[in-house]
């Protein structure tokens, strides 16, 4: 049976079909599809954990159990789920343990192009790359087969376009029926890493490497594709495509693990051609380890390291080297004078209106000191955090000053006002970030009596990813009714004083809150709360601009609504896009309430 399949659904199918029973993940793109696909399933667990380093000890648990797991996140989640990994590399498995990392090169959607390969090495676990949706299909009936065979995690990589480009699948297997129950197999040495079992563990690590090695020789997705002797081009994964379009004619090394690599296989493909070239996206990782196995080879000294990759860069790059005669098509010129797409927030997102409060009412503010004594001036800092909402950076609000990793805003605020710096500092983050990752920076907040406000975005859903559920929703990743953590008391509990919830859409009580927060000299938290724009179901009452009271302040510009825009010096409201009766803050702003009801303006407009 033959399916049209993005790589992610593909992964899920394969997974089914090879018979995992356990299957976790936190939304990231380019990996939320995998969790979303195979949670459709109804003989499999499937959950929406905390965040990776949850999903990862649940995997872990579940495959000590002895029953597959499945893990899967984006390539920065793994830095969040690397200490659990990292002890499932040592400790070892008893059902097959298999984590799929998404990796995203130019940085479509993520902070950084982090390369995932080097964890295998680091974890030393084996890594395989699927080229395209039939072999993220295939490979995983082998790789929870590995996982078994050689007791140990196995990490897949996945990027931008295996994940989310769909191709052809020949679906040739189904989930075969399984009896096996979860059974724990008690073995203290195996599985509590004090030190003295640790030691005990090492030795194994590097066996299995050695074994591991030894397999990749054979193994079926490592394959020689001869061609002309003239080039010889080794490459995994999408690079691989873009090669192989690029270089028809040249002999090929497909490597389908990429770690640890098969050094007799490339020393027997080396042998074989003139010159060996690497292609490969973000760092040099295969080409640096041929180079250690002492094999003459290029690659990144002509294909870049920064950004993704596709066939026209590829064949620029071996035209500069001189492995093309010339370019083998025509560079197509773009059509210019297209209109630009800024990045913005949603009519009627949630976020707009606190941003706009934190840009006008912040530009001062006074911070007592640890005695109360003295006060210092200075500039609202506004500490942010990784979601949607982090387009707040942008004119017009430009009401975020750092973003580094989820829930680092809030750890950057207290160390900015231990550090003494002298203004107010506010830390910005999401409902599902907070879950994720703030509630640590909260504890840390309140045990050493910081001076800050924090503000949690709550708008019911992990909007950035796709709009998944969290546990602040209460509904599970299969759709079920669960119970949903209120994160008002979770604050209260943990020894938060000043704690706010605030109607997102309320200008009013918006201005009162961040004001009362800012000049309060103790740990303030308040919790900004409205549903998701992009989650209405009916939209109602828009908003129009009434010519007549309108003196073009441009205030309501000032808000960047993407509804609100500006024509032959004339302000005007998108009814299309304008979420109405649900949001109103720009009727709120205007200063010479201008803002009304489309119908209560067009009435008046007729008489």
Known sequence: MKKLLSGNEAFALGAYHAGVMVASAYPGTPSTEILESIARFDDIYAEWSTNEKVAMELGLGAAYAGVRALVSMKQVGLNVASDPFMAASITGINGGLVVIVADDPGAHSTQNEQDTRHYAKLAKVPMLEPSDSQEAYDLMAIVFEISEEFDTPVLVRSSTRISHSKSVVEVNRSRAATTKQASFRHDVEKYVMLPVHARLRRPLIEERLVKLTAYAETFAYNQIIKGERHLGVVSSGVAYQYAREVFPEASFLKLGMTYPLPQNLLHQFAAQVDRVIVVEELDPFLQESMLAMGIKVSGKEFIPRIGELNPGIVEEAGYRAGLLAAPLRKKADLPQGLPGRPPVLCAGCPHAGIFFVLNTMGQRSKLLDARGKSEKEGKLIITGDIGCYTLATYPPLRAMDTTACMGAGIGQALGME??????????????????????????????????????????????????????????????????????????????????????????????????????????????????????????????????????????????????????????????????????????????????????????????
């Open 418 to 607: 231990k550090a003494g710096v002298g203004s107010k500092v506010v830390a910005v983050i999401g409902d599902s970030t907070f879950l994720h990752s703030g509630i640590t920076g909260v504890v840390d907040a309140v045990y050493n009596q910081a001076q800050v406000t924090i503000i949690i975005l709550d708008n019911g859903t992990t909007a950035m990813t796709g709009h998944q559920d969290h546990p602040g929703t209460g509904i599970s990743a299969r759709g079920k009714k669960t119970k949903a953590v209120e994160l008002e008391r979770l604050v209260r509990g943990i020894g938060v004083e000043d704690v706010k919830v605030v109607d997102a859409f309320d200008m009013k009580a918006l201005r009162a809150a961040v004001r009362s927060s800012i000049d309060n000299p103790e740990l303030s938290v308040v919790i900004v709360r409205g549903a998701c724009s992009v989650r209405l179901r009916k939209r109602s009452g828009p908003r129009a601009v009434d010519m007549d009271k309108c003196d073009d302040c441009e205030t309501c510009l000032k808000l960047g609504c993407p509804a609100i825009q500006k024509l032959d010096e004339q302000v005007y409201i998108d009814v299309t896009m304008c979420a109405g009766d649900a949001c109103t803050v720009c009727e709120q702003l205007c200063p010479k309430k201008a803002i009304g009801p489309l119908t209560a303006i067009g009435a008046e407009e007729s008489r």
